[in-house]
């Protein structure tokens, strides 16, 4: 289970106990007599249990339904609730409810078989009954330490052998995606039967309690096959019933949008495809398509429909519809089935039942990204293909030079200044067209660099598409040449009633939280601001680096770029750590090689932004095409991911077996930490400890671990956790790690001497 637990999933737990306590009263109240030998009051009693029963359960589907329904942390813009959301939620409640009447209906046959076949309660029985109830401890047992064992393979290989080894599967790319293909097939097929036996075994738990239990006490292990039918039943893929398109605004007919249809039919029959085809409108600038119960599923961005003409449309279904032709139907079940073990296989009790599975899932996650990392490119090239076998492809050339254009105009997103999403009182119901009259506009402006940097751009290791220049070889077209967006008759309407649907859904979806977001996103950061310029704005080492996320939350990304060179101008190291990893941001972003030596300095001095500061520096180094620095990234990527590896990415965690000891800081140091604190304590913490965790012989960390009061609110302990961080992380260059207590009381950091360094 994902997340906090709440008082929903507190009361979904007391429910169940209920249920099975229920159980247990009414055969108490009874005298555990069987059902024929009941009294007069025997049958009120049971009557009553049945009513109470089915209460319970309609409450626990309720619960089940909100906790379902639970708002995902804020968004900058929320999303309408997708058709997939809603199959997940229905998912688990129908498996949390077929696994009770499953576990309750095995355990009546029980009883029944019981009274008519007595030679059932033998010494055989109880020997099965005992196998069932052991064997799924014995395999929850082996699943948790083989699947360890299969990561820790994996751990304790270098860097460079873990990169030679992806590396060497893109380069045979078509024999490894077919060994990859045939390997995931074999894998799945032996989950599903894995899955069977935990049925199997729920139903024999069940069935066999009456020989091994008395009638008394034997429904209280209905929660043992309760469980087992759990894991058994979360493993069922659960087609997309129809009936949930129709639930879903998003999902548009074939009536009000003819002209998509025509266009989505004609490139699925050109490609082979013939089932239903069901269209979904979505709020960005993709298309994606997948089967789904015998029907093609395919995803529209509202945005996307408006800057193609109907013609570029139709190459970019074409594409689409590759993916999903008779050659390529398993790679995309493949893909289904990776896409729902990571995100669909989720319920209420899903952090338990997915133990169960956790070594073959571990590997087929594994091995389902090596088939994606082989296939990907070799895929998308294929499907390129079939624009110029059955479209046009000089038409297919500007669908695509358009994309390659956005995602270059997003690079650029942050160099800037532009509005904030929550500047309005309310949603804002024109904020997608805003975007696509930028970009189109910027297409204008930009379009002869953007297309000196097509020429240029190298591909990456981790890329999932060719290249723009690559994409066009495939096509046999080498200019860059985009044709206008503009669109006529029945297609020209639709796309506009489509971004018009579609933004009405996410000024709706936006609505309910609007407010509250808005206070954060924009009324506080406004209202911080206006205090730092009355202030004269200073740059203050622990506090400048919230300023200049507070200025980009309000568009002001100039004057936040300026903060950062003034902070690297002004502050000493480490507090002007930030300002050289921001600033050197900006200037990549600008396509300003200088930035490199920015970023370069901010990761070697802090660790903190080892990962994000790499990632930021390859994709430069691929974009404007720069070789050269490209070969020195990724030798220096490779010594710095190895240090990480081996030593930073364990600063942040605190385990059982760490070597801690008391720790003794530089004179000073302590009492200036300590009194920080209590500046910004609030009356809220209650106790920080300090000790030293030795990571390797010559270096060590600095682990603050603050316990906070009973009762103080999250909003305040994770402010003033954050305050302590920027405070720890500018104000010396002594290497801090910085916890909470409750997630580290495992520790038991009191037991070590002299680590309580401040008690209120």
Known sequence: MKGKITKKHILLFV????????????????????????????????????????????????????????????????????????????????????????????????????????????????????????????????????????????????????????????????????????????????????????????????????????????????????????CAFSRIRFRTLEIFFDEDESCISEDSFPALFALAEKAARKQGCEEKIKIILAPDYGAGIAKESGMYCISLGVMLLNILSDDELYQILLHEFAHVTKENIDGMRERRYGSWLENGNQHFLSALTSKMYAFADCI?????????????????????????????????????????????????????????????????????????????????????????????????????????????????????????????????????????????????????????????????????????????????????????????ALGRHIESDELCKKAIEELPSPANLHGYYMHGCFLLHTYDPSGLDYIYHAIENNTNYIEEGLQIIGEYCCIVGDQEELDTYREKALQIAQKDKDIYSKINVLDKGDDLTAEKLPEGMLEGIIDFIKSIDGDKVSKVYLVRKTITPDFFTSAVIVDFKEGAADDDQNEIMHKIFRYLDTSTDWQFSLFDYRSVAKIKVENIPNSLVYKA
């Open 364 to 552: 087929y996650a594994l091995q389902f990204s090596l088939y994606l990392y082989a296939a990907s490119i070799q895929l998308e090239t294929e499907a390129d293909r079939a624009m110029a076998l059955h479209g046009d492809s000089k038409i297919a050339a500007s669908a695509l030079t358009k994309l390659k254009y956005r995602d270059l105009y997003e690079w650029e997103i942050g160099t800037h200044d532009d509005e904030s999403a929550f500047m309005t009182e309310a949603p804002d119901p024109t904020i997608l067209k805003k975007d696509i009259d930028d970009f189109l506009s910027q297409i204008e402006k930009r379009k002869d660099f953007w297309d000196s940097l097509i020429d240029k751009e190298i591909i990456s290791r981790q890329a999932s598409h060719p290249t723009l220049k690559m994409r066009l070889e495939t096509l046999g077209v080498s200019e860059y040449r985009v044709l206008p967006a503009e669109a006529a008759g029945s297609f020209a309407d639709e796309r506009i009633r489509a971004l018009e649907l579609m933004s009405e859904l996410v000024r709706k979806a936006n609505e309910e939280n609007y407010e509250e977001n808005r206070k954060y996103r924009y009324l506080e950061p406004l209202e911080k601001i206006k205090e730092w310029e009355e202030a004269g704005r200073p740059v203050i080492s622990e506090e400048y680096a919230d300023i200049c996320l507070y200025l980009r």
């Open 15 to 230: 429910c169940m106990g209920l249920m099975f306590g229920l159980i247990f009263l009414t055969v108490f109240l009874t005298g555990g007599r069987e059902i024929g030998e009941f009294t007069d009051t025997d049958r009120i009693i049971f009557t009553a249990f049945i009513i109470i029963e089915i209460v319970n359960i309609v409450v626990m589907m309720i619960v089940a339904n909100m906790i379902g329904k639970a708002n995902p942390p804020p968004e900058p813009i929320a999303l309408p609730q997708s058709i997939y959301q809603k199959t997940l939620r229905r998912r688990g409640i129908i498996i949390l409810v077929a696994s009770i009447v499953s576990a309750l209906g095995f355990r009546i046959l029980g009883i029944v078989l019981y009274k008519f076949i007595p030679a059932l309660n033998c010494t055989e029985t109880l020997i099965i009954w005992c196998i069932a109830m052991l064997l799924p401890i014995v395999f929850f047992i082996s699943s948790i330490v083989l699947q360890k064992l299969y990561v820790r393979k994996f751990a304790n290989q270098s860097v460079a052998q873990i990169q030679s080894f992806m590396i060497s599967h893109r380069e045979r790319a078509e024999e490894t995606a077919a060994e990859k293909l045939a390997y995931l097939k074999k894998l799945k097929s032996l989950c599903d039967i894995y899955a069977i036996l935990f049925g199997i075994l729920g139903a024999i738990c069940s069935l066999f309690l009456g020989s091994v239990t008395s009638s008394s006490s034997g429904s209280g292990y209905l929660l043992y096959p309760t469980f087992l039918f759990l």
